[in-house]
């Protein structure tokens, strides 16, 4: 087992560190000031500048899978490519990224983007990525992703209700979506739409997914849902009324009816583990601010990082940030040697693990703090509430924490004994 990184490792991740210092922290303040002026619902020009530096550094859409398999052609008009980074190399560059708020669009790198742009790239005709793919690659336009809905328990996608009929040349879409992230942004121009086309087939051949342009008729934004009182704009999170949508059937249909399950699958697994390595950054800057508050206060005559209480918190921070960041990389690496499948039981154990750690870090520093923790001067309180979003967003912790105990008891049942099979006892390992 090797633990040191590789000189292709170690060169991503100290470009993407060094643009982050240099030119991303340093436009916090202008960013703040530009995303509180005029309307909510705009493009924040700083990024926009900031995107065209990253993007003439060839630092850029670095979450794109590496050319793979003989099924892959090289296109004469767009070469749909990233550069090829893998998980793993991938998990270091956006812990990076996790440390600045919207350091990830800077680099072309941010959710619902990069899993839609994963969907185009894997499950997308030539057409749809010539009419999406290469415009979201470009930076040019931003998407959004329905899933989610009010009226069902959406952790479990076959309760998904929204219909999409078929008309003639055409799918009908109807339904209520809501935490449709990123359709706040003027430049979200397409979204994926997951529904049922069909409600009498097997549980998992009922889905669909569907591309939808935000602009057509019957799309109509009720609202935002504020997160904590955050609105998370320009970006947003929106509930989205879909009546009688009419989108072309050939030009909309994702690999095929019934195949929406599928996708989601392929679409979660990457999408599930890009939060978390963001995350590892966001423990890292919270535990960074901690110790300098710690260090710079001083309370009944000593400074309060020489309590004790604080020095076993400090301690266990770094504790847990270590452990987490080996988890996380664990799955990265199994995700590039075995596929996604295999490294199951890893995606779902670091999806529980990374927002659970990084809240107790962050609720640590945001009580070094004391009152100025909850303001927004130190940004602990909006990372706190972001955080505690990521216990819900791509399923929430119980639904990962059930798949892992699956496999575990499925480890330790009598199948897994000596002279049973699973077949015995209809156990599946």
């Not at 706040?184 to 529904?195: K, S, T």
Request: include cysteine; aromatic fraction near 8%.
């Amino acid at each position: 087992m090797d633990f040191d990184l590789t000189d292709r490792q170690v060169y991503w991740r100290d470009r993407v560190r060094d643009f982050i210092e240099r030119k991303v922290r340093p436009a916090v303040p202008v960013y703040n000031e530009q995303d509180k002026a005029g309307d909510r619902w705009k493009v924040i020009q700083i990024v926009e500048d900031l995107k065209a530096e990253a993007k003439d550094a060839g630092i850029w859409n670095l979450f794109m899978p590496p050319r793979s398999g003989a099924h892959h052609h090289v296109d004469e008009t767009f070469e749909f490519e990233g550069p090829g980074l893998t998980n793993l190399e991938y998990a270091l560059c956006a812990e990076e990224m996790g440390r600045v708020g919207f350091a990830s669009e800077v680099f072309n790198c941010s959710a619902p983007d990069t899993g839609n742009m994963e969907v185009f790239h894997r499950y997308g005709t030539r057409a749809q990525k010539e009419k999406y793919l290469g415009r979201l690659m470009n930076g040019q336009i931003r998407s959004a992703f329905l899933m989610t809905e009010p009226a069902v328990a959406s952790s479990d996608a076959t309760n998904i209700e929204t219909r999409i009929e078929r008309d003639g040349d055409d799918y009908i879409i109807n339904g209520t979506k809501w935490w449709s992230s990123g359709a706040g942004d003027p430049r979200c121009e397409v979204a994926i739409v997951m529904g049922k086309t069909d409600f009498a087939a097997k549980r998992h051949a009922q889905q669909s997914m569907v591309l939808m342009p935000l602009d057509a008729p019957g799309v109509n934004i009720l609202r935002h849902l504020p997160v904590f009182g955050y609105d998370d704009a320009p970006h947003g999170h929106m509930e989205i009324e879909l009546k009688d949508v009419r989108v072309n059937a050939e030009e909309a249909m994702l690999l095929g009816e019934g195949r929406g399950f599928e996708i989601a699958q392929g679409r979660l697994g990457p999408g599930r583990i890009h939060h978390c390595m963001r995350t590892i950054g966001v423990a890292e800057e919270a535990i960074a601010k901690m110790a300098k508050r710690l260090q710079s206060r001083v309370a009944f005559g000593k400074k309060i990082a020489e309590y004790s209480i604080w020095e076993h918190r400090i301690a266990r921070a770094r504790i847990d940030i270590e452990m987490t960041r080996l988890l996380c990389l664990k799955a990265a690496d199994m995700m590039d040697k075995v596929g996604n499948k295999s490294a199951a039981a890893e995606i779902a154990m670091i999806k529980v693990q990374a927002p659970n750690m990084a809240l107790k870090i962050i609720d640590d520093a945001i009580q070094a703090h004391g009152a100025g923790g909850v303001s927004e001067d130190f940004g602990l309180a909006k990372a706190f509430a972001h955080q505690r979003t990521l216990r819900l967003a791509d399923g929430p912790d119980e639904v990962h924490e059930r798949a892992i105990a699956r496999i575990e008891f499925a480890k330790h049942s009598e199948a897994s004994e000596p002279g049973f099979s699973s077949g015995d006892v209809g156990v599946s390992r």
